[in-house]
């Protein structure tokens, strides 16, 4: 009902708002026992239209990207399944290359990965069963700043034990 009281929105008008008996309150062109005159003015808006407070703006901080076109990771893909045992690579596609001062580091579940301070792409041997969330974290030790990649959820399978190329003849 609101949207069509808009239209009258640029003109001069008056209109009738009121609560019924559940509470809910509202607006039309039309006078009914117990309404309330509102004058609305030439503006796009009109007196006592908004039942709530706007809502204040959010600005969300800016995220660091400390000055790189890509900082992604790019393998595994996100979703990927390994099977058995598969190795599963790591790469991070990373442009420019890394810069003097930074250093990457691996977590893999949360849990910081022993690799090198300058490593873009290894390999992961052999996993357990389960899924696995990868991301990887620049830091510029000379001011502090550091920035995170996307985190990459894969999965590792094992095959069934009741899979048919594991049954005796």
């Given at each position: 009902m609101l949207a069509g009281l808009a239209a009258f929105a640029?003109?001069?008008?008056?209109?009738?708002?009121?609560?019924?008996?559940?509470?809910?309150?509202?607006?039309?062109?039309?006078?009914?026992?117990?309404a309330e005159k509102v004058y609305t003015g030439s503006s796009n808006t009109f007196a006592g239209a908004a039942t709530r407070p706007p809502e204040p703006t959010v600005q969300k901080p800016a995220v660091p990207r400390l000055?790189?076109?890509?900082?992604?990771?790019?393998?595994?893909?996100p979703e990927q399944s390994f099977f058995g045992d598969e190795v599963v690579a790591v790469q991070l596609q990373l442009e420019p290359d890394l810069k003097p001062d930074q250093i990457i580091t691996w977590h893999l579940n949360g849990k910081e990965l022993d690799q090198g301070p300058?490593?873009?792409?290894?390999?992961?041997?052999?996993?357990?069963?389960?899924?696995?969330?990868?991301?990887?974290?620049?830091?510029?030790?000379?001011t502090g700043e550091s920035a995170s990649s996307n985190n990459v959820t894969f999965y590792v399978r094992q095959p069934s034990e009741l899979a048919p190329q594991h049954q005796k003849p």
């Open positions: 640029g003109q001069a008008a008056v209109i009738y708002k009121w609560t019924d008996a559940d509470g809910v309150v509202h607006y039309s062109d039309q006078s009914v026992p117990g000055n790189y076109a890509q900082f992604s990771i790019a393998s595994p893909a300058t490593t873009t792409h290894f390999a992961l041997p052999r996993q357990d069963r389960g899924t696995y969330v990868i991301a990887a974290t620049i830091t510029d030790q000379s």
